[in-house]
Nanobody, 114 residues
Framework: QVQLVESGGGLVQAGGSLRLSCAASGRLSSFNVMAWYRQAPGKQRELVASVTSGGTIRYGDSVKGRFTISRDSAENIVYLQMNSLKIEDTAVYYC????????WGQGTQVTVSA
């Protein structure tokens, strides 16, 4: 059974930076996709960024040029470096991993203040 543990959320001022981490325990298939989603109050969950085990990366339009996703496949860790944070980035951020199954983290709160 794969479990995901997220860390790195918190409170930051607009323009600041945060780095999220998500570590997966257990064994993953050789092909997998690691991703970050977020959900703001009253809004649907949306894709922030994803990276495949082959290195293909996608970003949501609202974070392009500000956020960077990376992974350590040997350790089953995915990171999200968030720079130039905006108030509208405030949300609960969820780690997601897909191989033969779909796994979700518990979520970590990111709050950006003025």
């Amino acid at each position: 059974q794969v479990q995901l543990v997220e860390s790195g959320g918190g409170l930051v001022q607009a323009g600041g930076s945060l780095r999220l981490s998500c570590a997966a325990s257990g064994r993953l298939s050789s092909f997998n996709v690691m991703a970050w989603y977020r959900q703001a109050p009253g809004k649907q969950r949306e894709l922030v960024a994803s990276v495949t085990s082959g290195g293909t990366i996608r970003y949501g339009d609202s974070v392009k040029g500000r956020f960077t996703i990376s992974r350590d496949s040997a350790e089953n860790i995915v990171y999200l470096q968030m720079n130039s944070l905006k108030i509208e980035d405030t949300a609960v951020y969820y780690c997601n991993i897909r191989d033969l199954r779909v796994y979700w983290g518990q979520g970590t709160q990111v709050t950006v203040s003025a």
